[in-house]
T-cell receptor, first 115, second 109 residues
């Protein structure tokens, strides 16, 4: 079955450490997204990509970086510059980013905590 | 910018009907979507409205009034498994999907 796979499910970061969250999709979607969700909060957009080798900052990009070298993959790096990284991170994909009436498909998320 | 407002919490009795409202401000509006998220899980798509009126999908219906910048999700014959967070999201021609903060629905016996 087609879908989005995020790994790991749980991740712990030490002070000053960069960590990378994996997101892979086999839906043949052009667009991919990373969201951050804090308890009792909605989804805030970190980065999104409309096509391979291109990505755009979302509302809360500071302290994060991404790459899109392959259509299927959109890894997110949480850098040491992100001082409050503890959150639930969700990856999503869709056919395109702007004016897309088709639903976004989400992975099961990665829960990141600070040690 | 874009903004969405929805109630933070709603409680309803099993078997009853509940309505979750969403008002939005945006430019280049295309439509309004609704997503469901159970605790610790991934959001899943429920419905989409581009035109005014009611869209029905089983026990769930969604309504849109473009002139009022308002929509709602209607859940009928509530079941305990409907306890979850529900997010409205605006689709526009300018930006990717923008989500509201979510409404936590608690279904009680």
């Amino acid at each position: 079955d087609g879908g989005i796979t995020q790994s790991p499910k749980y991740l712990f970061r030490k002070e000053g450490q960069n960590v990378t969250l994996s997101c892979e999709q086999n839906l043949n979607h052009d667009a991919m997204y990373w969201y951050r969700q804090d308890p009792g909060q909605g989804l805030r957009l970190i980065y999104y990509s409309q096509i391979v080798n291109d990505f755009q900052k979302g509302d809360i990009a500071e302290g994060y970086s991404v790459s899109r070298e392959k259509k299927e993959s959109f890894p997110l790096t949480v850098t040491s510059a992100q001082k409050n990284p503890t959150a639930f991170y969700l990856c999503a994909s869709s056919t395109r980013t702007i004016g897309d009436i088709q639903p976004q498909h989400f992975g099961d998320g990665t829960r990141l905590s600070i040690l | 910018g874009q903004s969405l407002e929805q109630p933070s919490e709603v409680t309803a009795v099993e078997g009853a009907i509940v309505q979750i409202n969403c008002t939005y401000q945006t430019s280049g509006f295309y439509g309004l979507s609704w997503y469901q998220q159970h605790d610790g899980g991934a959001p899943t798509f429920l419905s989409y409205n581009a035109l005014d009126g009611l869209e029905e999908t089983g026990r769930f219906s969604s309504f849109l009034s473009r002139s009022d910048s308002y929509g709602y999700l209607l859940l009928q014959e509530l079941q305990m498994k409907d306890s979850a967070s529900y997010f409205c999201a605006v689709i526009s021609g300018n930006t990717p999907l923008v989500f509201g903060k979510g409404t936590r629905l608690s279904v009680i016996a």
